[in-house]
């Protein structure tokens, strides 16, 4: 599956993004869909999950509250709402997919997403 993400830009904080994850080649009817970011000089971190399977969602800590994930299946494409935002949300966030369903302990971790998206900028300015 090939995954385009789009909607990241420029904002003052206390604003608000969204970010869109489009899927082509296949349905992900079955899919687990996640959300990570990864800041200049960090490390790639997951920010949210959806597994459509059971439609279960989870968060990161950082944003729970202020960030929310869902799908909309007919247009295949997965979104992040984020509000609230801090200038700690800049980041370049990459959406990420995988066929199998995962358990809870595994959604979290990049290492178990085969397809990823191009990455689209967020810059949160104070």
């Known amino acids: 599956v090939q995954l385009q993400a789009s909607g990241g830009g420029l904002v003052q904080a206390g604003g608000s993004l969204r970010l869109s994850c489009t899927a082509s080649?296949?349905?992900?009817?079955?899919?687990?869909m996640d959300w990570f970011r990864q800041a200049p000089g960090k490390e790639r971190e997951f920010v949210a999950a959806?597994?459509?399977?059971?439609?279960?969602?989870y968060y990161a800590d950082s944003v729970k509250g202020r960030f929310t994930i869902s799908r909309d299946s007919a247009k295949n494409t997965v979104y992040l709402q984020m509000n609230s935002l801090k200038p700690e949300d800049t980041a370049v966030y990459y959406c990420?997919?995988?066929?199998?369903?995962?358990?809870?302990?595994?959604?979290?971790?990049?290492?178990?997403?085969?397809?990823w998206g191009q990455g689209t900028q967020v810059t949160v300015s104070s």
């Open positions: 080649g296949r349905t992900f009817s079955t899919y687990t």
């Open positions: 959806y597994r459509s399977s059971d439609r279960a969602t």
């Open positions: 990420a997919a995988e066929p199998r369903r995962l358990i809870t302990s595994e959604v979290r971790n990049a290492k178990n997403f085969g397809s």
